[in-house]
Structure formats: C-alpha cells, structure tokens
C-alpha cells in the first residue's frame, strides 16, 4: 500500500530534550516537505527537499533540521525543543516538485506538546 | 496579507443542499491548484485538482479564475460524510505548496 508513514504519533515532551520524528514513504517520490498546523494559520512549510541530500529552509525553519539521507526518509529533528513548537505536524510527499504529479500525499500527523 | 485566504466558516448545510465556497491567493504565478479535505486533525486528503478549465468529480466542482485570482468549489447534494475542513491549496513554480486555513463544513440531518 503507497504511504506516507510518521512516527510518533503522539509525542510529549519536555523543554530541551532533543527528539526526532520520521517520515518515511514508499512511493519513490522526490519531494518531501514537513509543515506545522496550528489553529487558524494553515499549514506552514517547516523544511523541504527535492531530492537526496537537496534541502532548503521553508516558511518557519527556525528550531528544526531536517536531513535526506535516502530518498524515502526524511526525518524531522528539533535540537532543543520549546513549547512554542508544540504543534500537529505533518510529513508530506509528492513524485516532483513540477509538472504531472504534484499533488502531495500527507502522514497521519504527529501531535507534540512539549512542557 | 496571507498567501491563500480561505472564509472559515463554519458553513452550515442541509443534507442535500449544494454548498460553494471560495478561496483567493496572491501570487499571480501560481501554477497548480487543489482541494484538499481534513477531518478533524487528521491528515488532509487531496480531493481534486482543480484545472483551468473547471471540472467536475462527481458532486463536486471546482473552478479557477486566473484574473481574478480565485478558486471555488461546489458541492451538491450534500452527505452527512461531506462535513470536514476543506483547504484550498496553491502550488507556486518553485513547487512550493501554499495553504488556506480551510472552510468548515457541517452538514447536519
């Protein structure tokens, strides 16, 4: 089954302690993107990568890394988390940036709190 | 001023009512236009492209206007399973996907 799969789910933690959260897809898709949702701002663009080892700084980079080690991971790390990260975030996939099959394909989201 | 702005709602129908809403975004060079459907926190689900053209899936339409820098979708004879947050997506040409904050829709018996 094509997906795009996040882990945790749900994840509580607190001030400063480093914690990563990955995203994988099994759809051979170069473009991967992490966006935050938070209520009454739409999803925002965290980290983006076009391919391997390719990636850039989205909309609000500030406090995540990101890295394209392989094409289907794309995992999300926060250094020293704040609770201003708390936020439902979601790992996306699409076969390319441009052209026919740009539509994305999203995780189940993590939900983080951190305390 | 937001990138795609969408009215929040929440836009309450009547079961088997048609239901349309819009969304308006700023970049004239925009290249790619979608639907995209949430349920409660959960992940969007893309629901349609949406073509220059307009088209059609089934109970739903949606339309582009280029000139006026808009997006709309219909829907008719609304389901009960139709209530959800609709997020308008635009694709700039860089590849890089703008959202609207979505429009609620609650179909109610």
């Known amino acids: 089954e094509a997906q795009v799969t996040q882990n945790p789910r749900y994840l509580i933690t607190v001030t400063g302690k480093k914690l990563t959260v990955t995203c994988s897809q099994n759809?051979?898709?170069?473009?991967m993107s992490w966006y935050r949702q938070d209520p009454g701002l739409g999803l925002r663009q965290i980290y983006y990568s076009m391919n391997v080892e390719v990636t850039d700084k989205g909309d609000v980079p500030e406090g995540y890394k990101v890295s394209r080690k392989e094409k289907r991971n794309f995992p999300l790390i926060l250094e020293s988390p704040s609770p201003n990260q708390t936020s439902l975030y979601f790992c996306?996939?699409?076969?390319?940036?441009?052209?026919?099959?740009?539509?994305?394909?999203f995780g189940q989201g993590t939900r983080l709190t951190v305390v | 001023r937001k990138e795609v702005e969408q009215d929040p709602g929440p836009f309450n129908v009547p079961e088997g009512a048609t239901v349309a809403f819009n969304c308006t975004y700023s970049?004239?060079?925009?290249?790619?236009f979608f639907w995209y459907r949430q349920d409660c926190r959960k992940e969007p689900k893309l629901l349609m492209s949406v073509y220059s053209s307009g088209n059609e899936d089934g109970r739903f339409t949606a339309q582009l206007n280029r000139a006026s820098q808009y997006i709309s979708l219909l829907i008719r004879d609304s389901k009960l399973s139709d209530s959800a947050t609709y997020l308008c997506?635009?694709?700039?040409?860089?590849?890089?996907?703008?959202f609207g904050a979505g429009t609620q829709v609650v179909v109610t018996p």
């Open positions: 759809m051979n898709h170069e473009y």
């Open positions: 970049n004239s060079a925009s290249q790619s």
């Open positions: 997506v635009v694709k700039d040409s860089w590849g890089k996907l703008q």
């Open positions: 996306a996939s699409s076969l390319r940036a441009q052209g026919p099959g740009t539509e994305a394909f």
